[in-house]
T-cell receptor, first 112, second 114 residues
Framework: DQQVKQNSPSLSVQEGRISILNCDYT??????FLWYKKYPAEGPTFLIS???IKDKNEDGRFTVFLNKSAKHLSLHIVPSQPGDSAVYFC???????????WGAGTKLIIKP | DSGVTQTPKHLITATGQRVTLRCSPR?????VYWYQQSLDQGLQFLIQ???????AKGNILERFSAQQFPDLHSELNLSSLELGDSALYFC?????????????FGNGTRLTVT
């Protein structure tokens, strides 16, 4: 039972355009959502998070949108840069970090 | 650099053997988490320690065990290894407040069981 799903294994975007990564979840008890970025041979790196009391959180080029009714969140990267090429994981949790449930990841490829 | 150190980077061993993976958390972080990532899968939470005590257990097999020492470093012990245990094992650490201290990951240990 996958409680957190990233349905696109990969996504290719032109440099300078917007990258939109999607994540769906099934557990309505989740109240905390995060996005991590992972380069090959490295551990995941925290990007941005959002609490369920918000529907948007922005940090520089990264914006996360949360649609609780649809149980859907998305990460927007504008503008996309070559260094953004990586695997992006979304994670959802409740109460504390140990309850995080992770998606399988989306590989983002930024084309020059 | 996340500040979380994992050793070794790679391990190749045979079925039935036992290995120990080591993790040093970020300075000041009291919580250590262990995750397993099999091929093309998301991260599966194994176990969490907080200040030396087990805090939460996830999908950790009985053949696996972990501990956190007084200096806060942690070890994950994997025994009676099977081919299916081949995976990336990540350690992460965090402070007490999840909103202000998300997980910080080490670079992982790649375990290959032959």
């Amino acid at each position: 039972d996958q409680q957190v799903k990233q349905n696109s294994p990969s996504l290719s975007v032109q440099e300078g355009r917007i990258s939109i990564l999607n994540c769906d979840y099934t557990n309505s008890m989740f109240d905390y959502f995060l996005w991590y970025k992972k380069y090959p041979a490295e551990g995941p790196t925290f990007l941005i998070s959002i609490s369920s009391i918000k529907d948007k959180n922005e940090d520089g080029r990264f914006t996360v949108f949360l649609n609780k009714s649809a149980k859907h969140l998305s990460l927007h990267i504008v503008p996309s840069q070559p260094g953004d090429s990586a695997v992006y994981f979304c994670a959802a949790g409740q109460d504390s970090n140990y309850q995080l449930i992770w998606g399988a990841g989306t590989k983002l490829i930024i084309k020059p | 650099d996340s500040g979380v150190t994992q050793t070794p980077k790679h391990l190749i061993t045979a079925t039935g053997q036992r290995v120990t993976l080591r993790c040093s958390p970020r300075s000041g972080d009291l919580s250590v988490y262990w995750y397993q990532q099999s091929l093309d899968q998301g991260l599966q939470f194994l176990i969490q320690y907080y200040n030396g005590e087990e805090r939460a257990k996830g999908n950790i097999l009985e053949r696996f065990s972990a501990q956190q020492f007084p200096d806060l470093h942690s070890e994950l012990n994997l025994s009676s290894l099977e081919l299916g245990d081949s995976a990336l094992y990540f350690c992460a650490s965090s402070g007490w407040d999840r909103e202000n201290s998300p997980l910080h990951f080490g670079n992982g240990t790649r375990l290959t069981v032959t």
